[in-house]
T-cell receptor
Framework: SQQGEEDPQALSIQEGENATMNCSYKTSINNLQWYRQNSGRGLVHLILIRSNEREKHSGRLRVTLDTSKKSSSLLITASRAADTASYFCATALNQAGTALIFGKGTTLSVSS | DAGITQSPRHKVTETGTPVTLRCHQTENHRYMYWYRQDPGHGLRLIHYSYGVKDTDKGEVSDGYSVSRSKTEDFLLTLESATSSQTSVYFC?????????????FGSGTRLTVV
């Protein structure tokens, strides 16, 4: 079974609005990562947040991590049509951290 | 994607035939991974490698085998293809210890088993 689960499954917003996606996971982690996938393409790494961090920023992206609730959120501010993509969270397969496993993703649609 | 190439990009094969997908990297990264992506399931880890000749199973390894005889190549073999293995297959690489850094993904191989 997958470690991370994103919510919602799909999200539709207008350009300029903020988009928030959530990820819940099951076991303790060293870090949590977020990826973007444009249609028909491979995944692209967006941001990594370590277990001792609570918040991290990268451009228009803001990621939070709450290890007590085993959850993370990805906020995209001032969305653009180019942000239309699927977004995935990823955590380690096991305690040894040998490989990442991914959730099923949130599909974001930004209309102009 | 720069530094990582998957081949072929598309393949149609018949049930029961063996199929080999290739992932080639020019980054000299130690770690390589194979995932499959299916609607409703997201990405699922098939096998991964942490060095030449060092591989291990992922979440959905049944019916698949891998080999890594050189740092730059990671091969995924479907020993006897089934329709349930119709999917998009992605290879990924990472430089640092497993999950301590982001992965770089290839563009994928779309496999159809008829």
């Amino acid at each position: 079974s997958q470690q991370g689960e994103e919510d919602p499954q799909a999200l539709s917003i207008q350009e300029g609005e903020n988009a928030t996606m959530n990820c819940s996971y099951k076991t303790s982690i060293n870090n949590l990562q977020w990826y973007r996938q444009n249609s028909g393409r491979g995944l692209v790494h967006l941001i990594l947040i370590r277990s001792n961090e609570r918040e991290k920023h990268s451009g228009r992206l803001r990621v939070t991590l709450d290890t007590s609730k085993k959850s993370s959120s990805l906020l995209i501010t001032a969305s653009r049509a180019a942000d239309t993509a699927s977004y995935f969270c990823a955590t380690a397969l096991n305690q040894a951290g040998t490989a990442l496993i991914f959730g099923k993703g949130t599909t974001l649609s930004v209309s102009s | 994607d720069a530094g990582i190439t998957q081949s072929p990009r598309h393949k149609v094969t018949e049930t029961g035939t063996p199929v080999t997908l290739r992932c080639h990297q020019t980054e000299n990264h130690r770690y390589m991974y194979w995932y499959r992506q299916d609607p409703g399931h997201g990405l699922r880890l098939i096998h991964y490698s942490y060095g030449v000749k060092d591989t291990d199973k992922g979440e959905v390894s049944d019916g698949y085998s891998v080999s890594r005889s050189k740092t730059e190549d990671f091969l995924l073999t479907l020993e006897s293809a089934t329709s349930s293995q119709t999917s998009v297959y992605f290879c990924a690489i990472s430089e640092l210890d497993q999950t301590l850094d982001g992965y770089t993904f290839g563009s994928g191989t779309r496999l159809t088993v008829v």
